[in-house]
């Protein structure tokens, strides 16, 4: 596809940041209150994470879960992932998730800031990589920035994908996909996918319970 470059720049730019991944979260209450939305979510049993980062998430999901498969593409973040995630139930993994298929099922698979990384082109293909590695009775969970977060990034026009510019500490700087969905339009593309979503907002960002259509 011609966002494979855009793609591997995201890529070196989650690779070279991972020390400053988590300064939002130290910064700005609302992520804090975000992350303890998950003990108010239905996540149970075998958890698959989908870009875990630095593990944020993976914590709060293991003391739900019965077990948690958390895969990221960056080394670097999964180190600082590892360092703070300590439960036994807890498997990490890197690999490329546009490349990526899962070996399993799980009961859940979540995500949070992962799906506005995703170019739309590739939309139809992820969320079918998505309903691939639910059991039955399974359901995807997942959380991001919506539309309000636009104004505090450097978009960027004539990408092959929307996209947004990001400076890291040492003045290096890096194009990233970025999608800011609405939650009704989301709604919509998964329900012509075949999915049944329920998509809420909060504090400009939303959250989101989705089922597949079907699993064979």
Partial sequence: MNDDALLTEQMAYYRAGATQYDRPYAEYEALQELLAVVDDL???????ELACGTGQWTPR??????????VDASAEV??????????????FFQADLFQWQPPRRYD???????????????????WNTVA????PGGKAIFI???PAAAAYEEVLANQPAPAALRQLDDGSQYRIVKVFHDAQTLTDDLTTL????R??????NFIGIAEPPSIP
Avoid: C, E, N
């Fill in 42 to 48: 239905p996540i149970a049993g075998d958890v698959l």
């Fill in 108 to 126: 859940t698979v979540f995500f949070a800031f992962w799906l506005s990384h995703v170019p739309p082109a590739r939309l139809p293909h992820f």
């Fill in 78 to 91: 999964l180190a600082l992932a590892r360092a703070r995630t300590a439960s036994p139930t807890v498997q």
């Fill in 194 to 197: 075949g999915w049944s979503a």
């Fill in 144 to 146: 991001d920035d919506g």
């Fill in 199 to 204: 998509i809420r907002t909060m504090a400009g």
């Fill in 132 to 135: 691939s590695a639910l059991a």
């Fill in 61 to 70: 999901l293991a003391a739900r879960a019965k077990s948690v498969t958390a």
